[in-house]
């Protein structure tokens, strides 16, 4: 299985930008994904989830009402929209697919439950 996640940039404070991971390798729908993000210096954080229907989705509390994670099982690839960016969002983002049957946060949250990771896009949010 491979992610090629695209789509970051360089973005002022307010702006938006919409993240994309294409995966290929397996049958798509039958991935959870996941996104995650990672400043200098820093740990690897959760971002968002969403099952793979895309009936739930799931949000770090830093995000919640700013960003919005989708998917289209038809074209292999998942989202992230993100809105009202601030300096502090800046870091690497990545995609990460775990066949995992999480049924919470804190399952999706969890960075070792992803079997497969994209190669990070850096998104920079400068004031």
């Known amino acids: 299985v491979q992610l090629q996640a695209s789509g970051g940039g360089l973005v002022q404070v307010g702006g938006s930008l919409r993240l994309s991971c294409v995966v290929s390798g397996r049958t798509f729908s039958t991935y959870r994904m996941g996104w995650f993000r990672q400043a200098p210096g820093k740990e690897r954080e959760f971002v968002s989830a969403?099952?793979?229907?895309?009936?739930?989705?799931y949000y770090a509390d830093s995000v919640k009402g700013r960003f919005t994670i989708s998917r289209d099982n038809a074209n292999d690839t998942a989202y992230l929209r993100m809105e009202s960016l601030k300096p502090e969002d800046t870091a690497v983002y990545y995609c990460?697919?775990?066949?995992?049957?999480?049924?919470?946060?804190?399952?999706?949250?969890?960075?070792?439950?992803?079997?497969?990771w994209g190669q990070g896009t850096q998104v920079t949010v400068s004031s």
């Open positions: 969403i099952t793979w229907s895309g009936k739930s989705t």
């Open positions: 990460a697919a775990t066949q995992l049957d999480c049924s919470s946060v804190g399952c999706y949250a969890s960075v070792p439950n992803y079997a497969y």
